[in-house]
């Protein structure tokens, strides 16, 4: 394993900042109003790495809040992200089903696609909720979503568009009750009218398809 120096690259430092957009990853704040500073999502005490996944931006208030936090939270935070169910299809998937990963999230492909390569986003903790995911497991997925419509487009040159979405909630059409979010390559011509109109393929319409009678306007 290669020793971590305690210090992060010029290069390095300046992605961070420049992912970031300069603002700050947890209040948003301009980095004209707060200096940013590059801090380690998975601590370096608890295995955490140097790469560009496991860092983020933080202005110095947040990142000195973080840092004085009382022990206790942050074991017990540290403990949560580890949390698994063993009935759950998506705590259970194998190493060699991600496609890339990070700390917190894993990619791999829909064992249903509704179009070719499509993909899901999934959080290592086991979290029924996209709006229960923590700010970190966010930027993580974002990274992965992100990393994952790279890849695809760069590979196969026939996709001119995505489809983003989460299901959230039974009555929203979540199935498994583990936070998963699809990234759904679109290709011209793959339905007659992807803003609306018959087709068979109502999984891969437009998001406003999740409400039929409300798709034309």
Known sequence: MKKLLGIISGSIRWEVLKRSKGRCEVCGISN???????DHIKPRAN????KLHNLQA??????SMKRNEDNTD???????????????????????????ENELAYATYDRYPVTSRHCLIIPKRHVSDYFELYQ????????????????????????KGFNL?????????????????????RRKGDIENPRG????????????GVMPLKQKY
């Open 32 to 38: 004209d109003k707060k200096a940013l500073e590059v």
């Open 47 to 50: 295995g955490g790495s140097d």
């Open 58 to 63: 933080l202005c110095y208030s947040c990142n």
């Open 74 to 100: 942050f074991r017990l935070i540290k403990l949560s992200y580890e949390k698994r169910d063993d009935d759950c299809l998506f705590c259970k998937i194998q190493k060699k089903e991600a496609i890339v």
């Open 136 to 159: 970190p497991e966010i930027n993580a997925c974002n990274r992965l979503i992100t990393e994952m419509k790279n890849k695809i487009g760069k590979s196969d040159k026939t996709v």
């Open 165 to 185: 979405g989460v299901n959230s909630g039974v009555v929203a059409g979540q199935k498994i009750m583990h936070c998963h979010i699809h990234l759904i390559p």
């Open 197 to 208: 109109g018959a087709s068979t393929l109502d999984e891969i319409r437009g998001v406003r």
